[in-house]
């Protein structure tokens, strides 16, 4: 079992739909969470950063943590064709190099 | 104000070849990480670098080596490669306060070994 679990897709949504991206993972000691963006052919870029649990929201994207089910979501409201994209979430140990641990993306296409 | 920027954007080897990667971090960032991502998976770490010690390694063989300099640039180099290293390397720079300790990325070298 890998440490971090993100099903590859992909995921097909309409214009303007809601659209849920989620990651599993095993080390209960991640406390860190992000979610990052990657373009084809591109770098990822580094969409939300989370500390423990709860809830944090950036524009159309909220962000959700629950530790107790070792799960997080990032939810994109009013999807745009400019979303489609790869989500990879990230996670990470407290301290230390900071070092964070990817699941391997999400493939979302977001149709006009 | 200049992101990560990494050299160069692709580049094509022939097997048993060395090839060096270079990467330049964000502007008062100290740490800088490489990492390799082969097409449908995410990141897979390689190395960490602050100050120009090695604070990280992942599990890659000894072919894979880095440095850092004094102006925090770093390089990637790889010995020997082979078909399997074809991959998109990506450098990360970050810092060690507040949300600059995650990893911000450049655009990547896209390397192919025939």
């Known amino acids: 079992q890998k440490e971090v679990e993100q099903d590859p897709g992909p995921l097909s949504v309409p214009e303007g739909a809601i659209v849920s991206l989620n990651c599993t993972y095993s080390n209960s000691a991640f406390q860190y969470f992000m979610w990052y963006r990657q373009y084809s052919r591109k770098g990822p870029e580094l969409l939300m950063y989370t500390y423990s649990s709860g809830n944090k929201e950036d524009g159309r994207f909220t962000a959700q943590v629950d530790k107790s089910s070792k799960y997080i979501s990032l939810f994109i409201r009013d999807s745009q064709p400019s979303d489609s994209a790869t989500y990879l979430c990230a996670m990470r140990e407290p301290g230390g190099s900071y070092i964070p641990t990817f699941g391997r993306g999400t493939s979302l296409i977001v149709h006009p | 104000d200049a992101g990560v920027t990494q050299s160069p954007t692709h580049l094509i080897k022939t097997r048993g070849q060395h090839v060096t990667l270079r990467c330049s971090p964000i502007?008062?960032?100290?740490?800088v990480s490489w990492y390799q991502q082969v097409l449908g998976q995410g990141p897979q770490f390689i190395f960490q670098?602050?100050?120009?010690?090695?604070?990280g390694r992942g599990n890659f063989p000894d072919r894979f080596s880095a440095r850092q300099f004094p102006n925090y640039s770093s390089e990637l180099n790889v010995n020997a490669l082979l078909l399997g290293d074809s991959a998109l390397y990506l450098c990360a720079s970050s810092s060690d306060r507040g949300r600059d300790t995650e990893a911000f990325f450049g655009q990547g070298t896209r390397l192919t070994v025939v």
């Open positions: 670098y602050y100050e120009k010690e090695e604070r």
């Open positions: 502007s008062g960032h100290k740490s």
